[in-house]
T-cell receptor, first 111, second 113 residues
Framework: QKEVEQNSGPLSVPEGAIASLNCTYS??????FFWYRQYSGKSPELIMF????GDKEDGRFTAQLNKASQYVSLLIRDSQPSDSATYLC???????????FGKGTKLSVKP | SQTIHQWPATLVQPVGSPLSLECTVE??????LYWYRQAAGRGLQLLFY??????ISSEVPQNLSASRPQDRQFILSSKKLLLSDSGFYLC????????????FGEGSRLTVL
């Protein structure tokens, strides 16, 4: 079983819609969860992190964590063409734990 | 916040040639530092990490090596490149504290021919 799994996509949504990106992880000891955005040919940039069950909102982005189901998601409201990128989910075991990345989901927002 | 600098940004090397990628960090001291590789169509693979000068942990056995000669300097090397070494190499810093997020450099794209 892969440690961090994501649907590779591409996920295509129309401009203005909500994009929903999902991630599952295998290690129940995982404590911190991250979402990165990576534009083609560029390095990943951190969007959000979450480590408590529930929702965390930051502007148009909402991260959701369910540790019992080992599931993390990212919602992007009012999707824009500039949101088109690959979204990477990453998981770590704690403050000194190394991040394990999923392969990413490619999002395409159509004007 | 910390800033990660990497160079060179791109390079094309023949099989069997040596490699040296350099990474420096600004804005923090005693950072954890990481080298990741991202091959085409694949996820980020952790290659090495370092928690201090001279301290290197290898995650994947291969023909690459890493060194940390100074607190804010992290170097990825190879004596003889293989075709399979092609990829996008990313240096990252962070991984500490309550949040543990990583900040990435601009990346170095290596093509081995």
């Amino acid at each position: 079983q892969k440690e961090v799994e994501q649907n590779s996509g591409p996920l295509s949504v129309p401009e203005g819609a909500i994009a929903s990106l999902n991630c599952t992880y295998s290690d129940r000891g995982s404590q911190s969860f991250f979402w990165y955005r990576q534009y083609s040919g560029k390095s990943p940039e951190l969007i959000m992190f979450i480590y408590s069950n529930g929702d965390k909102e930051d502007g148009r982005f909402t991260a959701q964590l369910n540790k019992a189901s080992q599931y993390v998601s990212l919602l992007i409201r009012d999707s824009q063409p500039s949101d088109s990128a690959t979204y990477l989910c990453a998981v770590s075991k704690g403050s000194q734990g190394n991040l394990i990345f999923g392969k990413g989901t490619k999002l395409s927002v159509k004007p | 916040s910390q800033t990660i600098h990497q160079w060179p940004a791109t390079l094309v090397q023949p099989v069997g040639s040596p490699l040296s990628l350099e990474c420096t960090v600004e804005g923090t001291s005693n950072p954890n530092l990481y080298w990741y590789r991202q091959a085409a169509g694949r996820g980020l693979q952790l290659l090495f990490y370092s928690v201090g000068i001279g301290q290197i942990s290898s995650e994947v056995p291969q023909n690459l090596s890493a060194s940390r000669p100074q607190d804010r300097q992290f170097i990825l090397s190879s004596k003889k490149l293989l075709l399979s070494d092609s990829g996008f190499y990313l240096c990252a810093g962070g991984g500490q504290g309550n949040t543990g997020e990583l900040f990435f450099g601009e990346g170095s794209r290596l093509t081995v021919l």
